[in-house]
Every structure is written in C-alpha cells, then in structure tokens.
C-alpha cells in the first residue's frame, strides 16, 4: 500500500520536472539559435577553471578548433558529426576541456546512428554536471528510450540517464530504477542495481526508497543482477543486515555462477554477515565434521585429543553451507576472487580448515607484482598468527634479486614469521645470500630480521650475534649501522655473557661513521661501562676531541656516556665529563643544551640541588628493560584480510568493521523463508556411495555420534556435486539462448502480476509435492513424525513460492529434482535435531535408503540423454560428470586398519651412553607436512643424571626433509618421553639417516622404514577400486601365487596380516573371496592397490596395482612373507 | 569503487583520463609522481598509495602506469586485477598495449573504458562480449566504414552479457574448425653458487586458440594428471568434473584464452635443463676483475635447448667490460650496466662461453657481492613436468574439429647466485 502510494506520488513530481525540463529546454532552444556567440563568451570561462596550466595558452588555438568542430557537428552528415565527436571525446580523454560544445553535441543525442549516439552519451556524462541547465535537454530522448522495446537501449538510456549528475532530475531517476528494477529483462535490472548507487551518491534523501529497490532486486534470481544488487546494498545500507536473511541461501548458491566481480562484494558482504549471525566456530576446534582431505593437512592429533572432553560444537548448516560453496572459488582466475575466498576462510572457517587457503595463496605469488604485493601483505598477517599455514611453503618466500624492493621486505618479513627451531638453519642461510645484496636497503632490512630471529628463537641467539658482528667488519656504512644497532638490541636481553662483543665493537668505533650506530655504540659503553672499565673512559675521551664535528644524536649519547662514567668511575672522567658538558652548555641544537644543563644539575653535586643528585645513579643507570623487536604486520589483523584497510594500516573511508562474533546465535530461522538450492538434486545419491563404506575408519571411534559425522560428510559430498549440476542447470537455459527472450518475458509478465504468479501453481510442482509425499513414509523411521510435518510443510510453500518466481519454465524434471533434494535436506537438518533420541546407526540407514531411492529415479536420465539429446550437449557433459563425480570423490583417506604395535630400537643404551630411543610408525597422516610419514619416537634416559638439550642434528642425505622435534630440554634419569618427528621418505625404503644429539653427544641413528608404512590408508568403493585397477595394468602390475598359511586361511579375516604389513585401507568386496585394500603412497599421492583372491586348496594370489612399480613389487615381496608363513 | 583511471607514460605525462564518478582533478596524480621520482626503478612505486583524499592503486605494465583513484574502501586486488584486464584488452584489442597504440586508438580505447565499469563497479570485462559492442579495429573494416559510414560499435547487446555463458558469443561461424592448445611450462628456480637447486618449482599454462562453429562442448584430458598440483581454470570450466575425474570439460569462449594454469607438484623433482658454470672475481688491489661463464646442458630429455640468454645486472661501480664469447653475441649498455649475452641453440658438443676482464672505476672498492645470473631459454615440444595431453573430444557439434597440442618449456625466474 505504502509503497504504492510513494510511487504515484513520484510519477507526479517526476512528471513535474519533466515538464520543468522541458519548458527551459524549449527556452534553451531558442536562445541558442539567436544567441550563440553570446553563449560562447558566456562558456569560455570554464576553460580556466577546469583546464591544466596547459591549456590556458592554447586557448586561442582551442576555441579555434572547437568552432571548427562545432560547424560539424550542425552540418547535416552523419559522417561529418561522428567525426566531429570522435575528435570531442578524444579532447576529453586527453583531459582537455571541451565543455563549451555542449549545446552543439546536445542536440544529436536523439541520433539514429548507435555509434555518434554513444558518444555523445559520454560527451552528457562527463559534462552534464557542470551544465545542469543544457544536461536538461536530453532528459526528454531518455524517457522514450526507457520504453524501447529493445533493452540495450532501455539499459543505456537508464545508465546515462542515472549517470548524468543533475539534482533536478533525481525524481524522474527514481521512478526510472524503479520500473527498470522490474523490467524483463535481467541485464536492465542489473542497470537499475547500478543506477541505485548512482543515485544515493547524488542524493541521500532517497535512501528510504531506494532500499526498497534493494530489497525488490536482492529477491532476484538472475546471477546477472546479485553482484550489482549486493554492490549497492553495501553502499546504501550495508547496516541492514536483515535484508539478506531471506536471501542468504540464494545467495550462496548462486555464488558459483555470478561474474567474477560479483563474486568479490558478495563474499565480502556475506563474510560481515555470518559474523553477525553465527556462533564461532573456533571455540572448540574439537569437532571434525568434514571428512576429507583437508583434515589431512591438520592437526588431527590436536583434535583427536580435543575430542575425547570436547562437547561438540555445532556448526549451522548455513554456516557450512557458505565455506562450501566459496571453497571451489579458490581455484577462480581471477586474484581478487581468491583472496576474498580466502579472507573468508580465514575470519570464519575453523581453525584447522584455513589451510586450505594456502596453496591458492602461495599461488597467486606468481601473479603480477601488484598482486603479489597484496598477497603478501596479507600472508604476512596470517603467518604472525599460524606459522604451520605456510611453513611447508617457506621457499615460496626466497627473495630473487630481481623482485621489487617492497616484495623483497615483505617476503624477508615472511621468513621470520615462519622461522622456528626446525628452520631457523636454512632460513639463517637463506639471509646469509642477501646480507649480501647490492640493494643496502634490503641488506639492511635483512639484518633487522636476524635479529628478530635471534630474540624469538633463543637457540641461535649467538649465532646470530656472532654473525652479526662479523658483519661489523663489512664495508657498506648501512650495513654496519644495521648490525650495530640490532646487537645493542640483542645485548639487552642478556648483556653477561658479552663483554667482548662490547669491547670488539669499541675497537671498531673509529670506523664507523653513521650516526645512529655511533649513538648505539656509545650508549652500549655508557649501559655496561662497568663490564668494560677500562675502554670505556677511552672512548670518552675520543668522543671529547670530536664532540663538536658529531651528530645531534651522537653527542646526546655521549653526554649520556660522560654522565654514567662520571657516576661510576668519576676518578679518571671526572675531567672529561665537566669538558663534554661544557661544550654541550654551547651547542646550537636546544636539546642538547636541556639535556647538558639537566645532567649537569642531575650528577653534580652542589648545595642547591643535594636531594636529586642522591638518585643520580639509580636515575641513570636504572634496569632498562629490552626492547621488544617484533613484526610491522603484529596487529593488522584488527583489519579485515584482503581490504584497503588492511593494506594501507589505516581506516580507509567507508571501511566496515568486522563485527566479533555473537555469544549467541540469533535466531536461525529467519533465514529459513527460501529453501530452493538449485543443483544439489545430486547430492543423496553421493550421501549413498559415501555411506556404502564401512564404518570401519578409526576415526569414526572418537565420535559419540557417528551418524552426525556421516551427515556431514554427506553435505560436504553434495557440495562438490551441487556447483557442477548448478552450471548445468544455468547452462542449460543458455544452450536454448533462442527462447531465452520468449522466456524472459512471460517470466516479466508473472513478476508484473505479483498476486497472480504468487497463486499461481505449476503442475510440476504439485508433482513433485507428490512425490515427496511418496518418500516421506522412509524418512519418517527417524524423524518424528509431527515435526516433520510441520516443517516440510513450511519448507514446502518456500520451495513453491520460490519456484513460482523464478519460473524459468524450466524442464519439470530439473524443478522436481531440486525439490525433491530441499526434500531429503530439511529431512537431515531433522534428524540433527532429533539426533539424541535416533540411534546414530540407525540414521545412516535410512538416508541411504532415501538416497538410494533418489539414484534410481535419476540416473537413468543422463544415460538416456547420452544418446538422444545432442542439443544440450552442456548439460550432458554435466550429468555424465556428476555421475561418475560421485565415484571418485569416495577415494577419500581413512584412518589406520591397524596400528603395529612393534617398535624398533633406534639407538640402544649402550652405545647412546645411556640414552635410549625406540620408534615405531603410529600410522597417523603427518601433521607437519602431507608427504611425511609421522614416526612415534620414544626416548628413554637410563643414566643417572639428567640429559639435556636432546634434538636432531645433521642429517644425511642432505635433501632429506624431517620435521624435527622441538628440542628437549631435559631429560630426567629413569624418565621417558615421547615425541614424534615427520620423514618424508620420497616413496623410497632408503633409510632416514640423521644424528640424535643431546647437550654433550651426538649419536648416528637411522630410521629404515618398511615400504608398507610409506602408505596411507584410503577408502573407496568397489567400482572405483576396478576402475583405478584398470588404469593401472602391464608394467604397473605385479602379481604372485602363494600358498596360504593354514591360520590365515581360517581362523582371522585377511585383512589383519595385510594390514600388519602395510598401511591400507579395506575396500568393501562383494565376493566373499575376494578381498582388496587400498592406499595412496605418502610422499606423491599414488594410488596402491591391493587384491588378495582365495583360491581353492589352500593357495591365493596377490596382485598389486600401482604406478610405483618398484614400491609395488617389494610390498609384494612384504605380503607374501606375511600371508604364506607356517 | 573505481573513481576515476589515468594512463601515464614513464616520463610522467598523463595522456589518457577516464572518470566514472565526478571528476577528479588529475593534480591528484601528483602524490603518485612524487612517489615514481623516489623509485629507483618504475616496478618499486607502491602499488596503493594513500592520499589526504583518495587512495591511488596503480599497476606497471608494458612501461605505462594505470593508476585508478579510490575513494572508498574497496579489496586492492579487486581494482589491480581490473586494471591488469584493462591492459589486456587493449592489448587483444590492438595487439599490443603501449603508449602510442593508445593514443593512435584514443577513441576506441575511451568507449572501451566506458563499457567495462558502470559507476566504477565492472560491468563487462570479458573480451568476448566487448567485441560483439565494440568491434576491433581491422584493416579491412576500417576501409568499408569510411566508405559506407558504418561503425564498429555493435547495436545489438551482446548474447553473452545475457546468457550464464557470458565468455562465448552466439552465433559463431567458421569454415576451418580448429582447436590448438599450448602447454607452456616455466621453470622457476634459484640455484646457488656450487649449482645446486636452492628451489625450483614449475608452473604450467595451458592456452588455447579455439575456432570452432556453433556451441562445442569440449572435454580435454591428460595422460598423467596427477602431476597437477594447484589449478586455476578459466570460468568457463567446470570446476566439479576436474575435482572428480581430473578432466578439463568446458565450452570454450571464442578464440585465444587461458584455458587453465597450474602447479607441478612439488614432490616432483624439477629437471633444471642447463647448468651453468660461472666465476666472477674481482681483484682486491687494482681496479679490475674477470668474468666467466659457461652454459651447457644438463636434463634436457633429449631435446635441443633454444633461445639461450644470460642476463647479468653488474655492479654499479663497473666502468668498462671487455668479453669475448664463443658463440652468440652480447649486449652491454652502460648505463643500466646490464649485459645481455644471447646465445641461441645451445650445442652439447661446444659449450658457449663468455670470458673476458672487467674493469671497475678507480678507487672504486670491490664489490661485496657477486651479480647474480638470470637465465632465458626455451625447448620446444617437451613440457618438462611430463605433463601430455591424452585426448580432446568434441560434443554437441557435429562436424570434425582439426586439433592440435604444442608444448614448450621456458625459464620462468631462473635466477643462478654468484
């Protein structure tokens, strides 16, 4: 009602100033045809004040020109006007000023020709501003260009018309967005979206109306009309965050196919959103509800532990629902796409789900130089916080000579960050190569962050220092004043040991000309003047000589150093000090006459001011405590990641701030309205295979509700299907482009009858209400009944209204499909919630009944269309893929069959000299690095005293890549500790050869790994088991016949001997005498296949299928021994 | 969000401006000037500097700077990536992207900017539709539209501003039906003094040249795709097929794009094709040094390795050089003191070597660090990951597309230490 009301209330006043428009444009007609020359004089002002300084002496050169160009554009040919426009815009891009044309070019804006029309469309928006009164006369032209039956021009008269900055016009600009934001057409809407910012930016008074546009438009289905929608809403409204609720899941599901730009402001907007509206996540990062690979990269020990006490979390579905609809952008072109994905990630995701940020990150380095600025930049944000993110690739960050000088800090700031006990080494090497850099900037830079490692790694604190001081001895000034100043850094913190250093930097004194170093090394005499007593007066007296040719700064510090010497050993400076603060008393610089007369005041002892000099020493010579050296990028993540903001370490204007997370979730509900997700039709029959596997993975044990992980894996599987069936479905309705039109207007004309559309009920629908009808008896096992009903009833109307609207008159198939998954997906979010009173077990039944209901119904489509349909050859590229997706996404990694529980002696008591160490393979995926296999060491001291500083030193061979342990401290006698350490072994029984050092010994020991622990342990189906098998014949088979050990055969199922021998997973066999395993070997990821066929009397074969020809005939060799033996 | 774009040439003259808001005086320009006089080279301008009143984001590319003016908060690399596709369309427009194409098609250019941003946000980006609205420049049009009047603006919107497949145009006709890929391949690596690898990776791209009639659904796979580590795909690919079959299946936009790039996984070891054996010294007393490098191949699989090149940026206090090379030629400008030594084929038999004094100025003291050795070559027919295309199918079309897969390997930042 209201809203109708503000409308005809503006078609009044709109048409007012229409008519105002019209009448002065009238006038304006007529006063130009008489007038002219007057007009001109008039006009020629602007060329002054708009105009660079340039432009002033080649006015009489440029009315010249424009008369010129003025005849043309009045002459009668096209051809003479276009030319005559193209020269105006070219004034205009080069910046000259061209506005005195205005009435000439004016009058061609209702011109037949598109392209003379365009022009002057460019020639009205850059000058309209500055001539409201002309801008007018064109207002007319758009009006009826607004009602063109053809929407490129109804579209470009709305963004000219909307772009022409004339406040007069603001009421004829707000009805135009308004009808335009009905139009028919999607790319018109997209245009009104645009011309709603336009408008707020010219008058703030709109805002009211204007949002009620947004909230019309944000209700849109087109992928076309959501990123400009959601632009303006940022710019509008950013505050109305109830707006998007209802659109919230649209939003997300659209995501995929909206353009790139798009892409970016909707996920920036949907980032400060979830912030309001979700819980954290990061409380407990206990729950590990999504099942595959990136908990590889995890921390899973970390969790496991969590997970015993932790009282889950619950992520909301929606929550999820927006990660897993964005992590597929990761792998988008475009820069900006990515680092949106990934600030997402980063202010939303769990803790241990970030990481799969990384690799696009690490590749967005390689993009241009401006990129890789910002990229790093933000890196260098993320890594102060988690090092483990981007540890793995720290040679990413090797600065090149040829890098630019702000890549080369950020990258050198990078490296510190990620330098730990195990690193410190290469990195330290690394920064030995550019200390000796001809760019002394960086040189300089990477000194300073030398001596950040030396303070946060307290291992190689004299290592740096003695490389430091070596560094003294360079020739380069900067680079001596660098090292100078970051050893005083460094003596602070622990000035005892360094008393030589002191005197060695003393020596060099004389050397050293930069100022600051002078004033570094001064101070450090006057701070520690005690260690060295007999230098330091020397140097005292040194600077005495030189004191009036020194820098402010240095003869600061020697006052200083007079006055600590004096306090200390007044004997011998007692002289030199009243010299220095007499020359001090005649200096020129004011602070270093204060500064003189306070220390003179402060140390001297006269009768006037006995009490102070009292405190003098405790004054001067008090404690200082060190000064913290730590990271530029320390706070700037109180910025959102990937904004201006962040970039610039300053509010930019118009910067949203992140909200923190609410205690308590608002009402979930409220986005509940829209429940159609397009596309995730798929998703039960995935729900299917993943349930098809045994629940024989050992992580399943640390869940009290397994059934709850399964639901989530599900989900996670549904989204890997939803994006490509999501394409389908869109590319569908482009294949058929030729009825796009026909189609866009009959769905206009059910958006112009609102009530009529909204009553309206296809058949389709009512179809597949029915068939839901049909499934919901299955579901109905776990779900109580009543509140399923009532929910799906609600759920229901949603999915009808929705559909109504977007009516794309799509095939009846495609809107049963996404119903019927609404369907089964309201069904899970039920049994969540009735989950305590369903056994877990239970429930994964009967999903898979309803989704094996589901695969029956369609998988027959796509093999039908296989041969039928050539027209939509895209949506069957699609189906044919979604079909096998969900086959190969089921190769997931497990959990360990079986963990041996054999250990093997690493390094014996006696010859450790009482340190003993034993290891075995606890089976776990590493959590250092994927490639790594994690080995479990035990060290054991059976001397009697304690052992101290145990860690890992030199290894051979050198490439070899171990994750050390973090060092041991101290060992006490009869104690043992466990530790683990990774090895990447590169898919190679080559033994891991490296040193075990404690504080007095060094011990060789190496670590040969059986090739059956090289492996990692992965669960798949049968199918995909024959068809991995099948890619990997001849050579990539080997195969044996044996016979079976007699307990073997009877008394245990195989699996446990193979599982004894090699870390794989069981795949689940239909034959009762045939068994397969599966894994993938850990260091490059192939897949190792394991078939064990009983045979009649006692004999089996062994066939071995991997593309690690080598690794697969020794695990044959392994297996055979295992299987065979008496 | 984008407020306004500035073309500015080395020298600092701004020769192009384009507003999408109100105007902003191009005075605001001079805090960027100011900024590229502090740099020594025009790649260390920052990228966002930050004015009283608005944030200038600017990119180096092809020696002209874009610099768009910001005024409100907006993710820097929304704006650098928009100017980065600016630069390439002009360069897909007029083949190449400098100063003087710009301002020989100042006009073209002009509508092309208004066409990509409505109010600063993008509004068409993709080549494809802005050639259907805006069509580029050939000889032969240029002559019939000043004969006939006709123009090269499009008066129909372009189909893919509408469809879901805004990358292809409708309606596309040829009578050779061809679809060639590239896989190029560049080998990024550092290798330190004694020659070994300090880190080497390799990152491939896959371009494509697609001329086919009509609507083709193409599905294209690899013999060994797990060498692929981390993709990125043109929007037109679909994302959930590579993710479970490994196969890349998309309808292709019309004519030359970037198809997919990628990442060799890192456990691979990279083969390094050339070694290069290197001393440079300089004396202590007397102002002069000597300088010897020789190339010569080392993992080459068998193909021959081309377009050798050696680039060294000498220390500054160098006053002349004097060097003999065995084969190819070099280059010394004395004022950048950079030598280029371009050697070409590279002969397994003759190993190249360039040898000869160096004289630094006197007094000069010796330099503290030795330059380091960019690398340049270029193998054809290998792609030195391995990586091979298995076969390109064609759905929805009916006629037999002519294909065909090249592959080279190239020297990406291959960087020796001295």
């Excluded at chain 1, 290469?426 to 900037?441: A, C, G, M, N, P």
Aim: net charge negative; with cysteine; proline share 5%.
């Amino acid at each position: 009602m209201n809203g109708h009301r503000g409308f005809s209330v503006l078609r009044s006043e709109a048409a007012g100033a229409v008519r105002t428009a019209l009448v002065s444009a009238e006038n304006l007609q007529l006063t130009l045809k008489t007038e002219l020359s007057q007009e001109e004089q008039h006009l020629t002002p602007h060329t002054h004040t708009n105009g660079g300084p340039d432009e002033t002496h080649t006015k009489g050169y440029c009315t010249e020109v424009n008369e010129d160009l003025k005849e043309m554009l009045e002459s009668n040919k096209e051809s003479l006007k276009l030319e005559a426009m193209k020269r105006v815009v070219g004034l205009i891009a080069k910046g000259k000023n061209a506005s005195e044309l205005f009435p000439a070019v004016v009058k061609n804006v209702a011109s037949k020709n598109i392209e003379l029309k365009k022009l002057v469309y460019v020639y009205l928006v850059r000058y309209a501003e500055e001539q409201q009164d002309l801008a007018l006369l064109s207002i007319s032209t758009f009006q009826r260009a607004l009602k063109d039956p053809n929407q490129l021009i109804r579209a470009s008269a709305l963004r000219v018309l909307s772009s022409i900055r004339v406040p007069i016009i603001v009421p004829i600009m707000m009805l135009a967005i308004k009808e335009a934001a009905s139009d028919m057409s999607p790319y018109v809407r997209k245009t009104s979206a645009h011309a709603i910012q336009k408008l707020y930016s010219l008058d703030q008074d709109q805002k009211e109306l204007l949002i009620e546009v947004i909230e019309k438009l944000l209700k849109d289905k087109s992928t076309l009309v959501a990123g400009s929608v959601v632009m303006a809403f940022e710019e509008v409204c950013p505050d109305r965050i109830d707006l998007i609720h209802k659109n919230y899941r649209k939003l997300c599901n659209l995501l995929v196919d909206v353009e790139e730009w798009g892409q970016v402001v909707i996920i920036s907007m949907l980032t400060r959103y979830a912030r309001t509206q979700f819980t954290s996540p990061w409380k407990e990062d206990g729950v590990f509800d999504e099942h595959n690979e990136r908990a590889f990269y995890e921390s899973d020990e970390e969790k496991t532990r969590d997970e015993t006490e932790a009282k889950p979390y619950m992520m909301d579905p929606d929550h999820r629902l927006l990660l897993r609809n964005t992590k597929p952008l990761l792998q988008s072109r475009n820069t900006a796409v990515v680092m949106s994905v990934a600030q997402l990630y980063w202010h939303l995701a769990p803790k241990n789900e970030v990481s799969i940020v990384t690799k696009s990150l690490v590749r967005l380095l390689r993009s241009h130089r401006e990129v890789q600025y910002i990229v790093l930049q933000n890196i260098a944000t993320m890594s102060i916080q988690r090092k483990g993110m981007f540890e793995p690739y720290m040679k990413s960050f090797y600065v090149r000579s040829t890098d630019a000088t702000h890549i080369k800090s950020l990258k050198l700031e990078i490296l510190t960050s990620l330098a730990n006990e195990a690193n410190i080494s290469t990195i330290l090497r690394e920064f030995q190569t550019y200390v000796k850099s001809q760019d002394k900037q960086f040189a300089a830079g990477t000194i300073q962050a030398i001596g950040r490692c030396a303070t946060n790694i307290s291992e190689v604190t004299d290592t740096c220092l003695n490389g430091l001081v070596l560094l003294l001895s360079n020739r380069d000034e900067t680079v001596v004043a660098e090292s100078v100043v970051v050893i005083r850094k460094l003596l602070q913190i622990q000035p005892t040991q360094h008393s030589d250093i002191i005197k060695h930097m003393a020596k060099l004194f004389d050397n050293i000309t930069v100022p600051m170093a002078r004033a570094s090394i001064l101070w450090l005499m006057g701070e520690y003047c005690e260690r060295v007593p007999k230098i330091a007066p020397d140097v005292l007296r040194k600077m005495a000589k030189s004191f009036t040719s020194e820098e402010d700064i240095v003869k600061l510090q020697t006052v200083n150093l007079a006055a600590k010497l004096y306090l200390t050993n007044s004997k011998q400076t007692k002289l030199l000090t009243q010299y220095i603060l007499n020359l001090g008393k005649y200096d020129q610089n004011y602070d270093i006459r204060d500064r003189t007369r306070f220390i003179r005041q402060l140390i001297v002892p006269n009768d006037k001011n006995g009490a102070l000099s009292k405190y003098a020493h405790r004054i001067l010579l008090a404690p200082k405590p060190a000064s913290v050296l730590e990271s530029a990028y320390k706070d700037r993540d109180r910025y959102q990641l990937g904004t201006l903001s962040h970039t610039i370490n300053t509010k930019a204007s118009g910067y949203l701030e992140l909200s923190d997370w609410p205690a308590v979730a608002p009402d979930k509900s409220v986005r509940n309205v829209e429940v159609i997700e397009p596309g995730k039709e798929w998703a039960p029959s995935l729900g299917k295979t993943g349930k098809s596997k045994p629940a024989k993975s050992s992580d399943d044990k640390f869940y009290s509700d397994s059934g709850e992980e399964e639901e989530e894996e599900e989900g996670s599987g549904s989204s890997s299907s939803e994006d490509g069936s999501g394409s389908s479905s869109s590319e569908e309705s482009g294949s058929d482009a030729e009825s796009h039109v026909q189609k866009n207007s009959s769905q206009s004309s059910e958006e112009s009858d609102k009530s009529s559309s909204q009553s309206e009920k296809s058949s389709s629908e009512s179809d597949s209400e029915k068939e839901r009808k049909t499934k919901t008896p299955l579901q109905k096992k776990t779900v109580k009944p009543t509140a399923k009903d009532g929910d799906s009833d609600e759920n229901g109307n949603v999915a009808k209204e929705a559909n109504s609207s977007s009516a794309e008159e799509s095939s009846s198939d495609s809107e049963s499909d996404s119903d019927t998954h609404t369907d089964s997906d309201s069904g899970t979010e039920h049994k969540k919630k009735t989950k305590s009173k369903a056994k877990p077990k239970v429930e994964v039944k009967s999903t898979k009944e309803v989704s094996l209901l589901d695969l029956g119904d369609f998988t027959p489509a796509p093999v039908t269309q296989h041969k039928s349909s050539v027209l939509s050859p895209s949506l069957l590229g699609d189906l044919e893929g979604l079909s096998l997706s969900n086959v190969s996404s089921t190769i997931q990694l497990s959990g360990p069959a079986f963990v041996p529980e054999k250990s093997h002696d690493l390094l014996h008591r006696m010859t450790g000299k009482g340190l003993s160490a034993q290891y075995q393979f606890p089976r776990q995926p590493c959590l250092y690095q994927p490639t790594m296999v994690s080995v479990q060491i035990s060290l054991t001291n059976t001397t009697d005293h304690p052992l101290e500083q145990i860690h890992i030193g030199d290894r051979s061979p050198t490439g070899l890549n171990i994750h050390c342990f973090n060092t041991i401290e101290c060992l006490e006698p009869e104690a043992s500790v466990t530790v683990f350490i990774g090895i990447d072994f590169n898919d190679s029984t080559q033994a891991a050869n490296f040193q075990l050092c404690t504080k007095e010994d060094h011990f060789s020991v190496s670590i040969q790994p059986a090739i059956g622990e090289l492996l990692l342990p992965i669960t798949m189906t049968e199918l995909d088991f024959r068809k991995e098998q099948s890619k990997l014949l001849g050579m990539n088979e080997s195969s044996a016949t044996i016979t079976m050990a007699a307990e073997n055969m009877t008394s245990q199922p195989i699996s446990r001997p193979v599982a004894t021998v090699a870390n794989l997973g069981v795949v689940p066999s239909s034959q009762d005498n045939v068994h397969r395993f599966a894994g993938k070997t850990a260091s490059s990821g192939a897949v190792v296949l394991v078939m064990v066929e009983l045979r009649e009397s006692s004999t089996a074969l062994i066939t071995i299928n991997t593309e690690k020809s080598v690794m697969g005939s020794m695990l044959l060799r392994d297996l055979k021994l295992a299987l065979a033996q008496a | 969000m984008i407020n306004s774009l500035f073309l500015i040439n080395p020298s600092g003259e701004i020769f192009l401006e384009k507003h999408w808001k109100s105007v902003v005086s191009r005075s605001v320009c001079d805090y960027f000037l100011e900024a590229k006089e502090k740099a020594l080279e025009p790649e260390d301008v920052p990228p966002v500097i930050h004015t009283p009143h608005h944030y200038l984001i600017s990119i180096y590319r092809d020696k002209l700077f874009f610099l768009s003016v910001i005024q409100t908060e907006v993710p820097p690399l929304f704006v650098i990536e928009f100017l980065h596709r600016v630069a390439e369309m002009i360069q897909d427009y007029f083949g190449e992207c400098s100063e003087t194409v710009v301002k020989d098609h100042m006009v073209m250019v002009y509508e092309l900017l208004e066409e990509m941003l409505d109010n600063g946000f993008p509004l068409a980006t993709e080549s494809n539709v802005l050639k259907e609205m805006i069509r580029p420049p050939t000889i032969l049009r240029s002559v019939v539209n000043t004969l006939t009047g006709t123009s090269n603006v499009g008066d129909t919107l372009p189909t893919g501003q509408l469809s879901t497949i805004p990358w292809r145009r409708a309606g596309v006709r040829y009578t050779n039906n061809e679809a060639y890929f590239d896989v190029v391949e560049e080998i990024d690596a550092i290798l330190d003094q004694s020659g070994t690898t300090v880190f080497a990776e390799i990152q491939g791209v896959v371009e494509a040249c697609v001329k086919l009639s009509g609507m083709p659904d193409l599905t294209l796979s690899f013999m060994n795709p797990r060498l692929l580590d981390d993709v990125s795909f043109h929007p037109c690919v679909r994302y959930k097929l590579w993710e479970s079959e490994r196969v890349l299946s998309f309808i292709p936009p019309d004519g030359n794009f970037t198809l997919m790039t990628y990442h060799v996984n890192a456990q691979n070891l990279v083969a390094i094709p050339v070694y290069v054996k290197q001393s440079i010294s300089f004396f202590e007393c007397g102002s002069d040094g000597r300088l010897d490098v020789t190339v010569g191949p080392k993992q080459t699989m068998g193909k021959t390795v081309e377009g050798v090149m050696v680039t060294v940026h000498l220390p500054k206090t160098i006053l002349s050089i004097n060097l003999t090379a065995t084969q190819g030629s070099y280059t010394y400008d004395n004022g950048t003191k950079l030598l280029v030594w371009d050697i070409g084929k590279l002969n397994p038999q003759k190993l190249p070597n360039l040898r000869g004094s160096l004289s630094l100025q006197a007094g000069a003291p010796k330099p503290e660090e030795n330059p380091s050795l960019n690398i340049d070559l270029k193998i054809q027919q290998l792609a030195i990951s391995g990586l091979k295309v298995n076969r390109l199918d064609m759905f929805g079309e009916k006629y037999k597309p002519f294909k065909g897969v090249k592959y080279i390997t190239k020297a990406g930042k291959f960087q020796v230490r001295t």
